[in-house]
Structures are given as C-alpha cells and as structure tokens.
C-alpha cells in the first residue's frame, strides 16, 4: 500500500488489537458475572446469546450502509466507542439484566468493528492487496482473542471469583478498550485529511439482495468454508477440555495446546499474502478445509500422547488460520464494488448462524461417539467445505 493508506492500515490494526482484547476478556467475565450474581446454566446461556442477536439482525444493514456512503470508519470509531462502554456497563451492572443488556450492546460493538473493519480494507486495498489485507485484519482479530482470556485470567487471579472480583475485572478490560478511542479517532481524522484521502468508492442506488448475492460464483461455498472453518475453532475450544479428560491430560496441557493453535493460526494469517502469491486461492482453501478435517480427525482419535497432539495442534491451527481472509477475499471478487460491504456482511451473518446451529449438532453427536463425536463432526462439515469449493470452482461443462 501507499504512505497514507499504509499508515491508515497500521491504525486500524492497533484499533482492531485493542478492541478485541478488551472485547475477549469481557467474553469469559460475562459468564463469571452471571455466576457471581447467582446466575446458573440457564442465565450463563442466555447473556452469551444475547451477544449474538444483534450481530444476526444488524449485519445486512450496516453493510449497505457502507455500500450506499462509503462511510466505513463510523462504523468503526462508533464501535470502538460502543465496545469501551458495554464492558464498563458490564463492570457496573448491578443485575442479571443488566449484565445481559451489556452483552447485546457488546455483540452490536462488534459487528460494527467487523463490517466498518473489513470494509474499509475492501474499500482501500486493490486486489493484490486484498489478501494481505485481511490476512493481517484477521491476524489482529486473533491477537485479541488470545490476549483477552489472558488478561481476563490475571485480572480475576486464583481467588474464587465474586461480584467483586469480576467487577474489577471487568474494569480492566474496559480500560484496556478505552484505549482503543483516540487510535480509531485518528484513523478517522488521517482517512478525512486531504493528503491522504482515500477515494471513495462509486456508489450505487440499486440494491443488491441476500439470495442475488449468495447466487453469485463462489459466494456460497466461500460462506460455507467460512462458517465451517469459524465454528471447528468453537467445537475445539468447547470438546478439547472433555475429550482430553476422559485421556487423563490435565488442564495446563489443554491451554497450552489451544493456546498453541491460537499461536499457529496467527502465523498463518500474517503470512497469507505470500502463500496466496505462491500457492493462489483455491488449492489453499482446499488445504485449510480438508487439512484442518484430518487435523480434527486426529485428535479425536484415542491418542494421548503430546508427540502427536502438540504437532496436530500446531498443524491444523496453521491450516485453519488460513481459510478466514481466504473467503473475504473470494467473497469480495465475486460481487460488484457496490455491494462489496453487503457480501461481507452476509459472510458475518453466515458466520453466526453456523455458531448456533453447528455447535448444536456437534452436540448431538456426542450423545453416540462422546465427546470426541464432536469432534469427527466438525472434520466431517470441513471436509464438506473443501469438496463444495472445488465443485464450485470447476468450469462450467461446454455441452
């Protein structure tokens, strides 16, 4: 990228680092809130739903908006604002409700750091940047959510957690988002000023709809590898602490081996450009889906021991990292410039509603395989991704 736009990028991922810091720290302290004030299985359930409502609802919306205007830092600096106060709500809220109310406010703070997030780098990269650009956007979205839980940890300590505690825990990590407000300020200021003013992109009247769009070559399997990759990260995290109980291995190691996952998906997103530029697009959506389902496979086998589960972690985290800027990418070419904010934004929808209904199923499984059917199930819809895209990137038959 140019100077300006460079300097534009570099803002928007020390936003972006910050903000989901901030924002996967408050993550874990809304259920320790909820369990301090008495709450039990069923009120943890419904403040981490309510996380998710307004991402689903507002999504589409905010992404024509960035269509129709162009205006994709207002989203973002409205986030980062909107992200700061929901956690230090969360600190504050006095009740069950309250703690709920300050999960929906927090999901809408996402997605409006998503959409304006990833608009922006749609609005401001040229293709030959574009995997780059969201391979370190997602790099950044990364770094939050591993230092979140760590900050979270340390802030709430060894004691038994109480109102209290995650009261001052949850401080913290709306401190550590308040940060994050003059950053995306800045960002604002540096796109106005004229010297390095991004050009706006053309804007259309004519709306593109949701069934128009997934319609599109490439859309639909680039949303189904999206989902498929996001909610295997879920399944892991959830079934890897039952599965490794039932093999006798403790705790540490499975934080160690998720934290090592984490690490290695990171990786992969900062070096995207290069392994596109070497390898293109289709052969590593192919390797991320079908590699990440062997990796899964793996570890759902009844192996203990660390030589094979420390590499598998290392490999499929690598492998799974690398499908999410893929399918920004994909989905981005495959649509009009006019309606790029809107494709994104279904990706998130899309995204959402895989977290809700493919867990759910995993569930399911586990009632036959144990927890480790979980597991064969999410390496099974990847595996399904990576054969969708091929078929989905043949040519079309001459006859």
């Known amino acids: 990228m140019s100077g300006g736009k460079r300097r534009q990028f570099v803002l928007l991922l020390v936003t972006l680092v910050v903000t989901q810091t901030g924002l996967h720290a408050a993550r874990p302290l809304i259920s320790y809130r909820t369990i301090a004030m008495g709450g039990g299985g069923f009120e943890v359930g419904i403040a981490a739903a309510a996380f998710a409502i307004l991402s689903v609802l507002a999504a589409m919306p905010l992404g024509r908006f960035t269509d129709r205007t162009g205006r994709t830092l207002t989203l973002l600096v409205i986030g980062t604002v909107l992200c700061a106060g929901a956690i230090a709500g969360l600190a504050l809220a006095p009740d069950l409700v309250t703690v709920a109310a300050s999960s929906t406010a927090l999901g809408f703070a996402h997605v409006l750091l998503m959409v304006g997030a990833q608009g922006h780098v749609a609005k401001i990269a040229t293709d030959d940047e574009l995997d780059s650009g969201f391979g370190w956007t997602t790099a950044a979205v990364s770094a939050g959510q591993l230092l979140g839980p760590l900050l979270a ?69 680039a949303l189904f590898t999206s989902l498929a ?22 705790a540490t190691t499975v934080g160690v081996l998720l934290g090592l996952r984490a690490a290695a998906s990171l990786a992969s997103r900062i070096g995207i450009g290069r392994l596109a530029g070497r390898w293109g697009h289709d052969l590593l959506v192919t390797a991320s889906t079908v590699g990440s389902a062997v990796a899964l496979a793996a570890i759902a086998l009844p192996v203990s021991s660390l030589t094979v589960l420390v590499p598998t972690a290392l490999i499929g985290g690598f492998l799974l990292g690398i499908g999410q800027p893929l399918t920004m990418t994909l989905v981005v070419r495959s649509v009009p410039a006019a309606a790029r904010g809107a494709a994104l934004a279904l990706r998130l929808v899309s995204n959402r509603v895989g977290q809700v209904v493919l867990p759910t199923l995993a569930a399911i499984g586990t009632g036959w395989l144990g927890a480790a059917g979980a597991l064969w199930f999410s390496a099974a819809v990847l595996a399904a991704s990576g054969v969708a895209h091929r078929i989905d990137q043949r040519p079309p038959s001459s006859n």
Do not use: N, W
């Open 229 to 250: 990759l996001l909610t295997a990260v879920d399944i892991l995290t959830a079934y890897l602490p039952l599965v490794a109980h039932d093999r006798g291995i403790d």
């Open 153 to 221: 940890g340390f802030a709430l300590g060894s004691a038994a957690v109480d109102v209290g505690g995650s009261a001052r825990a949850a401080g913290l990590a709306a401190a550590v988002a308040v940060g994050a407000i003059p950053v995306a300020a800045c960002l604002a200021l540096t796109s106005r000023s004229g010297r390095h003013a991004v050009p706006q992109p053309p804007k259309s009247s004519e709306r593109v709809g949701s069934l128009e769009l997934m319609r599109r070559p490439g859309v639909a399997s």
